[in-house]
C-alpha cells in the first residue's frame, strides 16, 4: 500500500459539506429510498426505518437511525492477505490500488477487442500479483465468457486465491455466490471465526441510483456483513442520467445513498469494516454515453472525499478511467484528470487502477502497464523531498566550482543510479536512439512490458492440503449448481 503523508485537498469549506450532509439527511428522511429485499426492509424497519410501500421496499430513514448506525463503523481496518507481507490497512493516510473490474472484453495490441475468456482472468491476476503499484488482485478483473454463468465464480474466487497471495474481492452476483467466497475464504484462512476476526474479503456493492438498492446487491451485503467482511458500499451514478444534471444535488444524492447502505451493514453486524464509495461522473449530454476524467468527476471526488472524512469512514474512488476506445492520448489525460484528483483527496481504497478502457467495457493488456507507470510516478511524487545531509547535497555545492558542472561530483556518483524516477515505459533517449530501438510508440512498449511481466510470473506457494480443499468444494459446488 501506499502511505500517503500530504494533507488531503479539502475542495468545498466546512460549511458546504455540512449543507450536503444536512440536505441528505433530509432526502433520507423525507423522500427515503427503496430496497428490493424483504430482509433488509425488516431490519431497517426494525430499527426505525418508516415503511412507505412494502412490496416496493420504500422507506424512510430517520436521522437518527442514519448517524447512530454509521458512528459504530469502524475508521480503518486491516485487510488480511494469505502472504501476511501483503496485508494491507484501509483507511488513515493509506492507498491500496486493485485493478480494472467488471469489463465483459478485453483488449491487447496483437488480438484487439475481444470477448473475455477464463485465461484472460487469470492473466489480469498475475498481472496484479507481480505489480509492486496493485495491492488487491481485484474481483472480476473481466468476465470470462468461455465459462458458465452459473458456476463461473467459483474459478474466479479460486484464481484470485491461488494465482495471487495479495487480498482480494469477493464475489456479489447473487447470495449464493456470496456463501461460495465465503466458504472458499474459510477454508484457506482457518475458518469463518477466523476470517470474522480478521477480515479477508473486501466486496463491492453498488447501488441502483437513483436510490434504490436492488436484489443481487442487497443478498452480497446482508452475506458478507454477516460474515463481517468488509463492504464497500457505492452508489453508481452518472449525472444528468442517475442523479440531477446539478453537481450539487448528485453529491446530496450519492451521500443520502451511501449512508442508508453503511447503516444497514452495521444494523446487520456492529462495527463490520464499511467503506465509503463514490463512482460519479457524468452523462455526455449529446450522446448520451458515459463521460470519464472529466473536470465534473474530479469535483465530485474530492468533496466525496470530504464528506467520507466527515463521517470518520475511509474512501473508495478514483482509477484510470477514460472512454477512450484505445490505449491512445485521450486514454492518458482521461485517466491522469483521475488520478491526481485520486491522490489528492487521500483516497483509501483505488478499484480501476489499472486496465480499464473503453468507460469499463474493456480491460486493456496495455492501458495496465500505462496506468501502473502513472501510479509509479505519482507514488514517487508523493514521497516528498529529504532534507537531510544527503538531501541538501552541501559537499556537491562545495566541490563544484561557479560556471561547472555536477555530473561527476562525488555526491552524484553516490546517487546518480536511485536519484530521479526511472520510467517502466517512457522513452528518454534521443531521436537517433529510439530510432534504432524500432520507432516505438508507448503503448507498443507497453505490449512487450505485459508480456515480460508474465513471463516473469511464478506463482506463489499455497498449501497443497488447503489447494486441495479449495479444489474439492469448487467441483462439488460445480456438481450441485449443474444438477439444480
Avoid at 495490441?109 to 477464463?118: H, I, V
Avoid at 473486501?202 to 441510483?209: A, P
Amino acid at each position: 500500500m501506499i502511505v500517503n503523508p500530504l494533507p488531503p485537498f479539502e475542495y468545498l469549506p466546512a460549511e458546504d459539506i455540512e449543507k450536503i450532509h444536512g440536505l441528505s439527511l433530509r432526502l433520507l428522511a423525507e423522500l427515503g429510498l427503496e430496497f428490493l429485499h424483504p430482509e433488509a426492509v425488516d431490519i431497517l424497519e426494525a430499527a426505525g426505518a418508516e415503511v412507505v410501500d412494502r412490496e416496493a421496499g420504500h422507506l424512510r430513514l430517520p436521522n437518527a437511525l442514519v448517524l447512530d448506525n454509521i458512528a459504530k463503523a469502524p475508521r480503518e481496518f486491516t485487510l488480511h492477505a494469505r502472504n501476511p507481507a501483503h496485508n494491507v490497512v484501509v483507511g488513515g493516510r493509506n492507498m491500496v490500488t486493485a485493478p480494472v473490474y467488471g469489463s465483459p472484453f478485453v483488449h491487447d495490441l496483437d488480438g484487439g477487442r475481444r470477448g473475455a475468456m477464463l485465461k484472460d482472468f487469470q492473466n489480469f491476476v498475475k498481472l496484479a500479483q507481480v505489480t509492486p503499484q496493485i495491492h488487491n488482485a481485484g474481483g472480476t478483473v473481466c468476465e470470462p465468457e468461455d465459462e458458465p454463468q452459473e458456476t463461473r465464480h467459483l474459478d474466479m474466487v479460486y484464481t484470485l486465491m491461488t494465482l495471487s497471495d495479495k487480498t482480494f474481492m469477493g464475489s456479489v452476483t447473487s447470495a449464493e455466490n456470496a456463501r461460495d467466497t465465503i466458504e472458499l475464504a474459510a477454508l484457506a484462512f482457518g475458518g469463518k471465526e477466523a476470517i470474522a476476526a480478521k477480515p479477508v474479503l473486501l466486496v463491492l456493492v453498488n447501488v441502483n441510483s437513483p436510490r434504490r438498492y436492488d436484489t443481487r446487491m442487497l443478498e452480497a451485503l446482508i452475506e458478507y456483513s454477516k460474515a463481517r467482511q468488509a463492504v464497500i458500499v457505492t452508489p453508481f451514478i452518472l449525472a444528468g442520467a442517475m442523479s440531477p444534471v446539478a453537481l450539487g444535488g448528485t453529491l446530496i444524492q450519492q451521500n443520502a445513498e451511501a449512508l442508508a447502505g453503511i447503516a444497514l451493514t452495521q444494523l446487520i453486524s456492529p462495527g463490520t469494516p464499511v467503506v465509503y464509495g463514490s463512482f460519479l461522473s457524468n452523462t455526455d449530454m449529446q450522446s448520451g454515453s458515459p463521460a470519464f476524467g472529466t473536470p465534473e468527476s474530479a469535483k465530485a471526488l474530492f468533496v466525496s472525499a470530504q464528506l467520507a472524512r466527515r463521517y470518520h469512514l475511509p474512501f473508495r474512488s478514483g482509477g484510470g478511467l477514460t472512454s477512450s476506445k484505445l490505449p491512445d492520448a485521450q486514454a492518458a489525460y482521461e485517466a491522469s484528470m483521475g488520478f491526481w484528483p485520486t491522490f489528492l483527496a487521500g483516497t483509501n481504497f483505488v478499484l480501476h487502477a489499472a486496465g480499464w478502457l473503453e468507460s469499463g467495457l474493456v480491460s486493456s493488456y496495455e492501458k495496465f502497464v500505462l496506468d501502473v507507470e502513472q501510479l509509479r510516478i505519482l507514488e514517487h511524487f508523493f514521497t516528498g523531498i529529504p532534507l537531510d545531509e544527503e538531501g541538501i547535497a552541501w559537499d556537491a555545492h562545495v566541490e563544484v566550482a561557479p560556471g561547472g558542472h555536477f555530473l561527476g561530483a562525488e555526491h552524484t556518483m553516490r546517487h546518480f543510479r536511485e536519484a530521479f524516477y526511472r520510467p517502466l515505459v517512457s522513452d528518454l533517449t534521443n531521436y537517433e536512439r529510439w530510432h534504432q530501438k524500432g520507432d516505438l510508440s508507448a503503448d507498443q512498449r507497453a505490449n512487450r512490458l505485459w508480456k515480460k511481466w508474465l513471463m516473469d510470473y511464478e506463482q506463489p506457494p499455497i498449501d497443497p492440503a488447503i489447494d486441495q480443499a479449495l479444489r474439492d468444494y469448487v467441483k462439488r459446488r460445480k456438481v450441485q449448481i449443474n444438477a439444480a
